[in-house]
């Protein structure tokens, strides 16, 4: 905290399942960005993203609270499941907003390159300081994001600001697709959450979801 205000930082998304790549990200996000608190919110209907009929939000929360829930300083909350229908970013940050509070936005690359597409776009960098963190190492998406970034100074008076860190190259999709053939997805997740999915017999015959 500096002058009596909270850093506060959000990180969303489907966690379809958590994985370390998440955890990891996580973890620079605290460290990095100096945050007194870090809110990880699973969404209930993810508006960017397509998840199988039979998803089960109660499920993904639950991973979360397994996977983070012994981290200090950390907040999984289920604010987007309780809300209901499709999961806003700028309902969350309406939420979390306040006069003693700065808030951070984090996201991954494919998110940030978008950001002007999703509702309420200009209340969202006016309520948060969006920031995004490299999951893959393709350099043609430098040039992207360097153009993105003028756009959105232009446009909202912010930039996304970029989380530098060594993170785990993983994606749910490639754990879902271990699962339903049968492979160990021990070095990919957190313990916890492994055992969660074996124990519910998760993903083991579900059509494919996209997401990351």
């Excluded at 508006?47 to 199988?52: E, F, L, V, W």
């Excluded at 991973?63 to 209901?84: H, P, Q, T, W, Y």
């Excluded at 984090?106 to 999703?118: V, Y």
């Excluded at 339903?180 to 979801?209: C, F, H, N, T, W």
Aim: overall charge neutral.
């Amino acid at each position: 905290m500096l002058n009596g205000v909270i850093r506060i930082g959000i990180y969303g998304g489907t966690f379809a399942p958590v994985h370390k790549g998440h955890v990891e990200a996580a973890k620079a996000f605290l460290s990095k960005m100096e945050l007194d608190l870090l809110y990880v919110i699973p969404a209930g209907i993810p508006p960017h993203k397509q998840i199988d009929a039979s998803d089960d939000p109660a499920h993904r929360l639950a991973m979360c609270e397994l996977a983070f829930g012994g981290m200090k300083n950390v907040i999984v909350s289920d604010m987007e499941i309780a809300r209901g229908g499709r999961s806003f970013t700028v309902d969350t940050l309406r939420t979390l907003a306040g006069d003693d509070r700065r808030l951070f936005l984090l996201m991954g690359t494919d998110m940030m390159l978008t950001l002007d597409t999703w509702r309420k776009p200009e209340e969202i960098f006016r309520l948060c300081y969006p920031v995004y963190i490299r999951r893959e190492n393709d350099p043609i998406l430098e040039g992207q994001i360097i153009k993105k970034n003028e756009t959105y100074l232009q446009k909202y008076g912010k930039i996304a600001r970029r989380l530098v860190a060594d993170v785990v190259e993983l994606s749910s999709t490639e754990i879902r697709e271990r699962v339903r053939a049968g492979q160990s997805i021990e070095d990919l997740v957190p313990a916890a959450v492994s055992a969660y999915i074996r124990e519910k017999g998760l993903y083991r015959s579900s059509p494919d979801l996209n997401d990351q």
